[in-house]
């Protein structure tokens, strides 16, 4: 339907384009829960900072794509047979040459590919990204996954394309749907494109994480990365995009206040909701449909928000509201049916909810964060709650992004305890020792 948009993918520079090439904001404290809970078809070339052989341009990818290849100019004028007969020999020779400098960029690339992610995972790119190993292990077994790319943090970016070809080949065996949680970093170029290189079945609900503080310099940075993305690939593998992460939950903690609904948290609002319309009128220019959403917390979402969003994204984590893992499948849609499903059925506009958030953590950092009272974190936890919720999700039609993909260190740094190990997989992209089910 936007085949205006499709033909050549971005061309993304080297380790020069940090100033343009952002990162993804730091999520949400997922601790800020338990406080108020009752007791997530183009070229190939040039796409990471560490293709550093293969000849780059320094514009920025959503810069136009002229000037890649020096032009030759067309003789227009008469020629005669000999002169005519060199001009086809010079341009046999000039196609057979930009064959072949073609073919070695292409093959730099998926060289390239296959190293950066070979040393961090067994599925091997043995020159097609969409040519891989399927590890038995893994079931499409989730409706959908949380995902943030490695490396993905504003403003350090070092996000390579390599890793998050890794990523889709890994996620496409779990699930066909994940969401992000911002725009910075090339986060929604970074996955189209992986999506695209391998070819797999996959839905992303693209973001852009908004801070109220900086009058809009974070949101307008990320709504020009959406908007070139859109331009370069289309909607075909995008299912919405998401205005905010926890936006009225952060703002209520810096305000020392707790009502979503209350004048704090319609300060809040006031500043999320002409955001969320600026974003609606974007897509509006672009000529694309896609449906504008909003995440936040279970328990913090505000009327005025949700009133002006498609869909709803909720967080709903019974490990932050101190519930036993023997009982955390069975409180995680209560709470959501009780909570957000029902608040989005009283709104006039009846918006689409889903649970974006909800898992267990398998270990933490220091032993005082190791137990939530009832449970405590590990991986035999983490296998009773994919037994106990998945399935049973999957079968009474509830949407969910299961949290998370893999551990992130640098929320261990930052935040400590649990906060680092979320993951259905290690740093490392080795699997935790758990299964996943057939659903």
């Known amino acids: 339907m936007y085949s205006q948009y499709r033909g050549s993918s971005p061309s993304i520079a080297n380790s020069e384009l940090n100033d343009f090439y952002d990162q993804l904001p730091p999520p949400h404290r997922l601790s ?14 040039n796409l990471a900072e560490t293709y550093t052989d ?42 057979i040459g930009l064959l072949a400098v073609s073919g070695i960029v292409v093959g730099v690339v998926l060289s390239q590919v296959q190293k950066g992610s070979s040393s961090s995972s067994n599925l091997a790119i043995t020159g097609d990204p969409s040519q891989f190993s399927k590890d038995s292990r893994l079931k499409q077994s989730f409706y959908g996954i949380a995902y943030t790319p490695q490396d993905s943090i504003y403003p350090n970016c070092n996000i390579q394309i390599a890793d998050v070809v890794t990523d889709m080949q890994l996620l496409s065996q779990l699930t066909s749907r994940i969401r992000v949680y911002g725009s910075d970093c090339n986060t929604t170029a970074m996955v189209l494109e992986a999506i695209q ?79 969320i319309d600026d974003t609606k009128s974007m897509l509006q220019s672009l000529g694309v449909s896609l449906k504008v959403g909003n995440a936040d917390a279970g328990s913090f979402f505000n009327d005025k928000v949700l009133a002006d969003v498609d869909y709803g994204m909720a967080n709903v984590h019974p490990w932050f509201a101190n519930v036993s893992i023997d009982a955390a499948a069975g409180w995680t849609w209560d709470f959501f049916e009780g909570t957000d499903v029902a608040l989005a059925q009283n709104l006039s506009n009846k918006p689409d909810m889903s649970i974006a958030e909800t898992g267990w953590p398998t270990n933490s950092s220091d032993a005082g964060n190791e137990s939530n ?55 490392n992209r080795t699997l935790k020792n758990i299964e996943f089910p057939d659903c």
């Open 32 to 45: 800020n829960f338990s406080a108020h809970a009752p007791s997530i078809t183009g070229s190939t070339t």
């Open 54 to 95: 293969v000849p780059v341009r320094t514009k920025p990818y959503y810069g136009d794509r002229q000037g890649e290849f020096p032009e030759t100019p067309v003789v227009e004028e008469k020629m005669t047979a000999r002169s005519s007969r060199r001009k086809w020999l010079m341009w046999g020779l000039l196609i």
């Open 197 to 275: 290189l391998t070819k797999v079945n996959m839905t992303v609900f693209i973001a852009n994480y908004p801070d109220a503080t900086d009058n809009g310099v974070a949101y307008n940075r990320q709504k020009s990365a959406i908007e070139s993305a859109i331009q370069a690939y289309g909607t075909d593998h995008i299912g919405g995009v998401t205005v905010g992460n926890e936006f009225i939950l952060d703002y209520l903690d810096e305000n020392g206040a707790t009502d979503p609904n209350g004048s704090v948290g319609n300060q809040g609002a006031a500043i999320l909701t002409p955001l």
């Open 373 to 427: 009272g009832p449970s405590i974190a590990s991986e035999a936890n983490l296998q009773k709650f994919i037994d106990t919720f998945v399935c049973q999700a999957n079968a009474n039609g509830t949407e969910y992004f299961f949290f998370e993909y893999f551990d992130e260190p640098w929320k261990t740094q930052q935040f400590g305890g649990v906060e680092g190990y979320w993951g259905l997989f290690y740093s």
